[in-house]
C-alpha cells in the first residue's frame, strides 16, 4: 500500500507500507482507521514496515524504514514511533584522520515525545538530546555496527533504556542487513546479537532533515562533526590513553550538547 507526496523543491516521494504472508493464501485482508490512517492487518501477516524513498535512474533511495507491526502500521512517523517503541535513539558514526591518527566519533541523540501547555491549546512535539558521544582510536571493528552496540550498552548503563522496554534505533548502514539483524538471524559486531526488544530503525544520512528519523539522526552526525571540528583545531585535546584492548587503541566517553553546539570532555578525559 502506498502513497506519494509533493514538494516542488524536491523529487517527488513515494510512501509505502509493506508486509509479507507468512505462507501462500488466497486474500489479504486489513482494515483501515478513517480517523488516524492507521492500518490494521489480518492474521498471518508478517515484516511490516512503512519506507519513504524516491525514484532515480539507478534504483530508488530509500530515505526512512520503519519496522511495525500488523496491528498497527501507520504512514505518519511519529505515530509508528510512539505506537511500537518505548525509546528511541539515533546513532551515527564518523570516521576520519586526525593529526595523523585515524578515530572514530559515535554520535548518539535521544527523541522524546513531549506535551506542553501553550497559549491556546496544548501542544505536542518531539524533544531531540544528545548526550554524549564515544571516540575510538584506530578501530578495527566495522565502524557503524560497533557504535550501535557500544552505544546501547553506554545508554542502558546510564538509564535510558531498561530490560523490557521496546527500544527502536535509527542508523544510517547496513539497510540490507537490518531485517536479518532484527530477527537476531546474523550477528551485529563480533558474533553479538541485537540486545532483546531492541529493533533498528534505517534514515538516510543524505536526506536532509524531512522527517523525525532524518532529524535526529543529523543531530547524531552533529555531534561527530563537531567533535571533530574541535579536534582539528586543536580545542579538544585528543585522548592517547592506551586502552590494552585489541579492536582499538584509545578511548573516551565525550560529553555533549549538539543543540547549542557545546561540547565538554569528561574530567577523566581532560588531560588525555
Known amino acids: 500500500m502506498g502513497r506519494k507526496?509533493?514538494?516542488?523543491?524536491?523529487?517527488?516521494?513515494?510512501?509505502?507500507?509493506?508486509a509479507r504472508t507468512s505462507g501462500e493464501v488466497s486474500e489479504v485482508r486489513f482494515t483501515v482507521d478513517q480517523r488516524t490512517g492507521a492500518i490494521s492487518f489480518?492474521?498471518?501477516m508478517t515484516n511490516v514496515y512503512s519506507e519513504?524513498?524516491?525514484?532515480?535512474p539507478k534504483g530508488a533511495k530509500v530515505l526512512s524504514r520503519i519496522p511495525q507491526t500488523a496491528a498497527h502500521?501507520?504512514?505518519?512517523?511519529?505515530?509508528?514511533?510512539?505506537?511500537?517503541?518505548d525509546r528511541v535513539f539515533a546513532i551515527d558514526t564518523n570516521t576520519r584522520t586526525v593529526?595523523?591518527?585515524r578515530l572514530s566519533i559515535v554520535g548518539v541523540a535521544t527523541l522524546k515525545r513531549e506535551v506542553t501547555l501553550g497559549p491556546t491549546k496544548i501542544e505536542t512535539g518531539w524533544r531531540f538530546d544528545a548526550p554524549f558521544a564515544l571516540e575510538y582510536g584506530e578501530l578495527t571493528e566495522k565502524p557503524e555496527p560497533f557504535g550501535w552496540m557500544s552505544a546501547l550498552s553506554i545508554l542502558k548503563a546510564r538509564g535510558y533504556y531498561a530490560d523490557g522496554m521496546r527500544v527502536g534505533v535509527i542508523v544510517d548502514s547496513e539497510l540490507?542487513?537490518?531485517?536479518?539483524?532484527?530477527?537476531?538471524?546474523?550477528?551485529?559486531d563480533q558474533g553479538e546479537f541485537l540486545p532483546p526488544k531492541v529493533t533498528l530503525l534505517y534514515a538516510s544520512s543524505d536526506a536532509g532533515k524531512e522527517n523525525l528519523l532524518n532529524q535526529a539522526l543529523a543531530i547524531a552526525d552533529t555531534v561527530s562533526s563537531q567533535i571533530f571540528g574541535r579536534l582539528a583545531a586543536g580545542d579538544l585535546p585528543m585522548s592517547v590513553r592506551p586502552t590494552g584492548v585489541p579492536q582499538f587503541t584509545t578511548y573516551r566517553e565525550i560529553e555533549v550538547n549538539a543543540i547549542d553546539g557545546t561540547l565538554a570532555p569528561?574530567?577523566?578525559d581532560k588531560k588525555a
Open 5 to 18: 507526496s509533493r514538494d516542488k523543491d524536491r523529487k517527488p516521494r513515494t510512501e509505502y507500507i509493506y
Open 42 to 44: 489480518g492474521p498471518g
Open 52 to 56: 519513504r524513498s524516491y525514484e532515480r
Open 73 to 85: 502500521a501507520t504512514f505518519d512517523d511519529g505515530d509508528a514511533l510512539l505506537a511500537h517503541y
Open 99 to 101: 593529526q595523523g591518527r
Open 176 to 188: 540490507g542487513q537490518l531485517k536479518a539483524f532484527n530477527e537476531r538471524t546474523t550477528p551485529v
Open 266 to 268: 569528561r574530567p577523566a
